[in-house]
């Protein structure tokens, strides 16, 4: 591409299900995004590419524990993406990420989007 543009519009919605194939989580799938978002992130340094970055680095909560180290090098090697980050979301998981390191900052951060969005979905029942 010769130029890039970013939207805050969504233009694609779709309903995750836990537990479905798409959202199942592998070592090879975490690390081909993850490669693929830093690949494009060097190519442009945006903000935008860095919390699509972040979204997947985030990830490393759902590996099991024996796959992780791969992921963690990787993350390593890659963390001045993180200075790029601007949603406020992926602000909190770098933070969290930096007190706590890559695998348990990861779960705190899923931890706490998931009591978030059960909130969220009760607070639908109650109005």
């Given at each position: 591409?010769?130029?890039?543009?970013?939207?805050?519009?969504p233009f694609y919605c779709y309903r995750m299900r836990?537990?479905?194939?798409?959202?199942?989580?592998t070592l090879?799938?975490?690390?081909?995004n993850l490669t693929s978002k830093?690949?494009?992130?060097?190519?442009?340094?945006?903000?935008?590419m860095a919390n699509a970055y972040a979204a997947n680095a985030l990830l490393i909560a759902k590996l099991p524990?024996?796959?992780?180290?791969q992921a963690v090098e990787?993350?390593?090697?890659?963390?001045?993406?993180?200075?790029?980050?601007?949603?406020?979301?992926?602000i909190v998981g770098r933070w969290l990420i930096t007190v706590f390191g890559h695998r348990n900052g990861a779960r705190v951060y899923d931890a706490l989007w998931r009591i978030k969005h059960k909130l969220q979905e009760l607070s639908v029942w109650m109005i």
């Open positions: 591409a010769k130029s890039m543009v970013g939207t805050a519009q836990l537990g479905s194939a798409t959202s199942s989580i090879k799938k975490l690390m081909d830093a690949a494009v992130f060097r190519q442009y340094p945006v903000a935008a524990k024996s796959e992780t180290p990787f993350l390593k090697k890659n963390r001045d993406i993180w200075k790029f980050v601007s949603a406020t979301p992926y």
